[in-house]
C-alpha cells in the first residue's frame, strides 16, 4: 500500500473531529437517563431512518459484500432480499408493543408477558451476543485501518473505541442517530466513487462486461435450488434469513431503540420502512460492484478478498480519495458501534441496575451511570477484538455460527409471547435450552448452510417451549394482554383508538403503507429476474 498522505490523513481527522463535534454539541441537551437513551424524541423519522440503516452496514459489508460476491456471484443477493418482508412484520407486530408501552428497554416486554426470568435471560443474550459482535466489526475495522493507513492493528483498535465512545458518552442516543446520518453518507458517497471509477478503468463496456459475466453465470441472482447446504438460495434469502433479520430489527435493543426516540408511532414505523425500501438499493450496490471486480481483475485470486476494495482505491491514483475511503469504513463501523455502546448501556440501567441494585435510582444518578457502562462496554469490547487480533483462522466465520446459537431463542421468545396462549415462563426457559443444544448439533455435525439456524432453532425453541408449558403448567385459560389477541381485546373492550395520525396503535393491524413493502418485494424479486435475463 501507498505512502497514506497528508490530504488522506486530513480527511480522515476532519471527519472524526465533525463528529466529535457532534456529540459535544448535542451533549448540552442531555440533562436526564430519559434524554440519553430517547433523545426529547424531536428527531426527524428520516434521520432515525437513515440510522437504522446505517448501523446494520457495517465495515465488513462495505468490504465483505464485493469480495462475498467476487466469488459468489449476484446470487447473494438473495440473503438481503428479504427487508421488505422483515420490515413488515417488524412494524405490524413489533413497535406497537414497545412504542405503546414507553419503555427505554424493549427486553422489559418479556417480563409483562411472562416474567422477570425470561426478562434478565434476554437480556443477558443481548449484552454476551451484541459484545462479540461489535468486537468483530471493531477487529475488523481496525485490520483495515491498518492496511489502508500503517497504524499497528491493536492501537486502530484502541482509537476507533475511543471517537466512538467519547460522542456517544456525551450525545447519547441523538449523537448515535446524527452521526449515523454523517457516516451512512460518506459510506454511500465513497461506494458511489468507487462505482464510478470501476465503470471508467473497465478494459471492456458495460453490456460486453456483463455479458461476459452472465456466461460464467455470475449474473444469476435467483438460485432455486433446494439444497439447504448452499448459502445463497432464494429459499434461504426468503425464508431462513427473512426470519434471522426479523430477529435483528424486531428483538434487538440496538435496532428498536432510536424508533423509540420518535415523535410518535407514525414516525417509528417510517423510520423502519426507510430501511425496508432503501436496503436493497445499498446492498445491490456493493454485491453488483463484486462481480464487476471479478471481471477487472479477470478472476485473479486474492489473498484477502477483503482488500479489492482498498487495492482497487489505492491504484487509481485520485488524490483523496484513500481518505474518503477509510473514512468510510471508519463511518460503516462506528455507526455500529455507537449504537452498541448506547444500547448496552440502556439495557445495564434498566434492566439489571435499577432492577436488581437500585430500585430508587433517579434520573440524575440513571443518567451519569448510563455514561459509566457506556465508557464500561467500550473497554469490554476491546479485550475481544484485540483477542481476535492474536488468532488464526476465520473468526468472522466463528462468530457467525456462535451467533446463530441465539437468534433461534430471541425468535421464538417474541413469537410464542406475540401469538401463544399456553406458553408460559417455565415451559419457555426449557425450550431455550433445548434450543441451544440443538442448534450446537446441527452447527457441528450437519452441513446445513449457516442462514436456516435461526429457523431451525425457532422451530425447536417453540415446539418445546409449548409442549413443556403445558407438561408444567397446564392449558392456560385465556390469552395474555400483551398477545396479539390480547391487545386486540383490549383496544375493543376499553374502546380505545387503534389509530395515531393514520397510523396504527394495535399489533396485528397492517397499515395501508406497509402493503407497499410487499409489492416493493415482488418489484425487487422482477428487477433480479430481468436484469440476467435481458443481458
Known amino acids: 500500500m501507498a505512502e497514506f498522505g497528508t490530504l488522506n490523513w486530513s480527511i480522515l481527522l476532519a471527519y472524526i473531529a465533525v463528529n466529535l463535534y457532534i456529540g459535544y454539541l448535542l451533549g448540552k441537551k442531555v440533562d436526564s437517563a430519559e434524554d440519553f437513551f430517547l433523545g ?67 427486553y422489559e416486554y418479556q417480563e409483562r408477558r ?66 449515523d446520518v454523517i457516516q451512512a453518507s460518506i459510506l454511500l458517497v465513497g461506494g458511489m466513487i468507487i462505482t464510478y471509477a470501476l465503470l471508467t478503468e473497465m478494459p471492456m463496456p458495460l453490456g460486453e462486461t456483463l455479458d461476459a459475466l452472465k456466461a460464467q453465470g455470475l449474473t444469476r441472482a435467483l438460485n432455486f435450488d433446494v439444497d439447504v447446504t448452499q448459502v445463497t438460495t432464494i429459499w434461504s434469502g426468503v425464508i431462513a434469513m427473512t426470519l434471522f433479520h426479523i430477529t435483528v430489527y424486531g428483538t434487538n435493543q440496538m435496532m ?75 463511518a460503516a463501523s462506528m455507526s455500529s458501534l455507537d ?99 440443538a442448534i450446537g448439533y446441527v452447527a457441528n455435525y450437519t452441513d446445513i448452510a449457516w442462514p436456516w439456524y435461526c429457523a431451525i432453532g425457532a422451530a425447536v425453541n417453540v415446539s418445546v417451549s409449548w409442549g413443556a408449558s403445558l407438561l408444567l403448567d397446564g392449558r392456560q385459560t385465556e390469552y395474555s394482554p400483551y398477545t396479539v389477541h390480547g391487545q386486540l381485546r383490549q383496544f375493543r373492550e376499553e374502546k380505545l383508538e387503534a389509530k395515531d395520525g393514520g397510523w396504527y396503535r394495535v399489533p396485528g393491524k397492517v397499515d395501508a403503507t406497509s402493503y407497499w413493502l410487499l409489492a416493493f418485494f415482488v418489484a425487487c424479486l422482477a428487477f433480479l429476474f430481468s436484469f440476467d435475463a435481458l443481458i
Open 40 to 106: 426529547d424524541r424531536s428527531t426527524p423519522w428520516w434521520a432515525i431512518g437513515i440510522s437504522v440503516l446505517g448501523t446494520y452496514v457495517s465495515a465488513l459489508t462495505f468490504l465483505g459484500a464485493p469480495a462475498w460476491a467476487y466469488t459468489e456471484g449476484l446470487s447473494v443477493i438473495a440473503i438481503h432480499l428479504n427487508y421488505p418482508l422483515v420490515i413488515f412484520a417488524v412494524v405490524t407486530f413489533f413497535l406497537p408493543f414497545f412504542f405503546n408501552s414507553g419503555v427505554a428497554s424493549i
Open 114 to 179: 411472562f416474567g422477570p426470568t425470561s426478562r434478565t435471560v434476554i437480556s443477558s443474550i443481548f449484552l454476551v451476543s451484541q459484545a462479540l459482535t461489535s468486537a468483530a466489526v471493531l477487529y475488523a475495522t481496525a485490520l483495515v485501518l491498518e492496511f489502508i493507513t500503517g497504524v499497528q492493528v491493536e492501537w486502530a483498535i484502541v482509537i476507533v473505541t475511543i471517537v466512538a465512545l467519547i460522542y456517544t458518552a456525551m450525545g447519547g442516543i441523538t449523537a448515535v442517530i446524527w452521526t
Open 256 to 330: 428498536v431503540q432510536r424508533t423509540l426516540a420518535a415523535k410518535n408511532i407514525g414516525d417509528a414505523k417510517k423510520s423502519f420502512m426507510f430501511m425496508g425500501f432503501g436496503a436493497f438499493f445499498i446492498y445491490f450496490l456493493f454485491v453488483f460492484l463484486g462481480i464487476l471486480f471479478y471481471s477487472y481483475y479477470g478472476g485473479r485470486e486474492f489473498e484477502n478478498g477483503n482488500t479489492i476494495i482498498l487495492e482497487f482505491a489505492a491504484n487509481y491514483g485520485l488524490p483523496g480519495l484513500m481518505g474518503i475511503i477509510a473514512a468510510a469504513v471508519l
Open 339 to 437: 449504537s452498541a455502546f448506547n444500547s448496552m448501556a440502556t439495557v445495564s440501567i434498566v434492566d439489571f441496575y435499577k432492577k436488581f441494585y437500585r430500585p430508587e435510582a433517579d434520573s440524575d444518578e440513571c443518567l451519569k451511570m448510563s455514561r459509566f457502562f457506556t465508557v464500561m462496554w467500550a473497554a469490554i469490547i476491546i479485550v475481544p477484538a484485540i483477542m481476535f487480533s492474536n488468532s488464526e483462522g476465520s473468526i468472522l466465520e466463528v462468530l457467525s455460527k456462535v451467533g446463530s446459537y441465539f437468534v433461534g431463542a430471541k425468535l421464538a421468545m417474541y413469537g410464542l409471547g406475540f401469538f401463544s396462549k399456553h406458553t408460559t415462563e417455565r415451559g419457555l426457559l426449557v425450550g431455550i435450552a433445548v434450543g441451544f443444544f
